[in-house]
């Protein structure tokens, strides 16, 4: 009776692995595909608050030397512009739009970062724009540190 059983199972394994395997493919590159695209945002994040802290100490001023020529607040936005790109595209991301604005008044002078940045996926099984976003944005605001109410 057992040989019968047997015999009938033949191919009930390969027709259950053939079933369930693109599910598991699937739910395995899936938890790839998440973890890939939030260690990305963690680093932007990471980047753009990075970038953001370190324009809101520059003293508009009172420039240093090894930033030039420029005067003023650009000066502030084109200092976060110059950490916060080479931080992005040394992780293989696309900046679309990295930028930083100055704005206020004393004392409420803040340094505002925004990074809209092309996600690259990295795997191609898994339709882009359904599991995971086309993009990632960041954005970070700064109170600045160089404020002076009697310049």
């Known amino acids: 009776m057992a040989r019968f059983h047997r015999r009938h ?10 079933l369930t395997l693109p599910v598991f ?3 395995t590159f899936g938890m790839m595909e998440y973890g890939w695209y939030f260690a990305k945002t963690a680093q932007v994040n990471g980047a753009v608050a990075h970038s953001c ?3 809101s100490l520059i003293d508009p001023k009172n420039v240093p030397a090894y930033l030039g020529s420029c005067t003023g607040y650009g000066c ?15 992780s ?17 002078i803040v340094v505002d970062c925004v990074a809209d ?4 996926p ?11 976003p086309d993009r990632i944005l960041a954005r970070t605001r700064v109170r600045a540190e160089w404020q002076r109410l009697n310049p």
């Open 9 to 18: 199972r033949r191919g009930a394994n390969a027709i259950e692995f053939a």
């Open 25 to 27: 493919l699937l739910v």
């Open 53 to 55: 802290r370190e324009g």
């Open 76 to 90: 502030v936005e084109k200092q976060v512009e110059d950490l916060l790109i080479p931080q992005i595209t040394s």
């Open 92 to 108: 293989n991301l696309a900046c679309n739009d990295c930028s930083a604005t100055v704005s206020g008044s004393v004392p409420n």
């Open 117 to 120: 940045v092309q996600y690259i």
């Open 122 to 132: 990295l795997t191609a099984y898994l339709p882009a724009n359904v599991v995971t």
